[in-house]
């Protein structure tokens, strides 16, 4: 990684995230479900996909290769956010999330042995640090609800591979010191596919029958939120280009970072202590990653 390029795509992708884990509350506590914003999330991409194909004068990679790479990271990546519902409906979240949190460990241990990757010192704790601040970031108060039976955990495994296998098959096919990589544009672009082709599961997943908000602070600012989350999608995919995955996947992990300034400022929410931690934690890793 001689050139920092990635350093900027990851700032701008954990700025991206960051605000829309802030804000995507709104529409839901206004009675928009997280199912219908996968959905909306979905159809977000296409504009987003499309103006990234534009950048490159619609120089779409069409090969077999970059065709199953593409749709096969954007099934994981959509298909474990539906699964994420699920599993949230039969589990307790301050169990679910942590593990979750944890999928950078599946692409780092891909990257290391199919890819090769290696880093320094000073990036392997940088790495350390940076999975245990998304941990403490994770972190949920335990509640009352009723955990239904154990399946919950199976689905939290498969959501937890899934989201890292999504990751390294972005490396695998976008690398750009590899000749033929794929670029960050196609993969947006069949991300888009293979979400919009998933949003007949998501809008069976949804409970009509409940009062959905299909006004402004509904679905019209779904809209606007999400388009931050696709936007990010494109940036996340320039960085896993140009970053090695062990260091850049990590990094991005610490989104919640901003989501969690930006809270204080607009919820007047006071974070946990153990969140707080997480915070203090995330900066030293974010200082030790932009060193490599």
């Known amino acids: 990684m001689k050139s920092k390029s990635?350093?900027?795509?990851?700032?701008?992708?954990?700025?991206?995230?960051?605000?829309?884990?802030?804000?995507?509350?709104?529409?839901?506590?206004?009675?928009?479900?997280?199912?219908?914003?996968?959905?909306?999330?979905?159809?977000?991409?296409?504009?987003v996909s499309f103006v990234a194909l534009r950048m490159i004068a619609w120089e779409l990679d069409r090969s077999r290769r970059?065709?199953?790479?593409?749709?096969g990271a954007g099934l994981m990546g959509s298909g474990g956010q539906l699964i994420l519902f699920e599993t949230l409906r039969l589990g307790p979240a301050y169990i679910v999330f942590p593990l979750i949190s944890l999928y950078p460990v599946v692409?780092?241990?891909?990257?290391?042995?199919?890819?090769?990757?290696?880093?320094?010192l000073r990036a392997w704790i940088g790495i350390v640090v940076a999975?245990?601040?998304?941990?403490l970031f994770s972190y949920q108060e335990p509640n009352a609800s009723p955990v239904k039976g154990f399946f919950w955990?199976?689905?939290?495994?498969?959501?937890?591979?899934?989201?890292?296998?999504?990751?390294?098959?972005?490396?695998?096919?976008g690398d750009a010191s590899e000749p033929g990589s794929i670029k960050p544009e196609s993969f947006t672009f069949y991300t888009m596919v293979s979400s919009v082709l998933l949003i007949p599961v998501a809008l069976m997943m949804t409970d009509f029958s409940a009062d959905i908000n299909w006004g402004?602070?509904?679905?019209?600012?779904?809209?606007?939120?999400?388009?931050?989350?696709?936007?990010g999608f494109l940036f996340f995919a320039y960085t896993i280009?140009?970053?090695?995955?062990?260091?850049v996947v990590p990094l991005m992990s610490l989104a919640p970072v901003v989501t969690v300034l930006l809270s204080l400022v607009i919820y007047s929410v006071i974070p946990h202590p153990i969140t707080l931690?997480?915070?203090?934690?995330?900066?030293?890793a974010i200082f030790l990653l932009s060193k490599e």
Not at 66 to 71: D, R, Y
Not at 131 to 135: G, R, T
Not at 241 to 247: D, E, F, N, S, T
Not at 277 to 284: E, I, R
């Open 131 to 135: 999975l245990i601040a998304v941990v």
């Open 6 to 47: 990635w350093l900027y795509y990851a700032l701008i992708t954990t700025v991206l995230w960051g605000v829309w884990g802030a804000l995507i509350e709104i529409p839901e506590k206004a009675g928009f479900p997280a199912t219908l914003g996968y959905a909306v999330w979905a159809l977000t991409l296409i504009p």
């Open 241 to 247: 280009r140009y970053g090695k995955a062990i260091v």
């Open 66 to 71: 970059a065709v199953l790479l593409g749709i």
């Open 107 to 120: 692409t780092i241990i891909l990257s290391v042995l199919i890819l090769k990757e290696k880093a320094g």
């Open 216 to 231: 402004f602070s509904g679905v019209y600012t779904a809209v606007l939120v999400q388009l931050l989350n696709a936007a």
């Open 153 to 173: 955990m199976v689905l939290a495994m498969i959501v937890f591979l899934l989201w890292g296998i999504q990751a390294f098959l972005l490396k695998l096919g």
């Open 277 to 284: 931690s997480g915070m203090a934690l995330a900066f030293v």
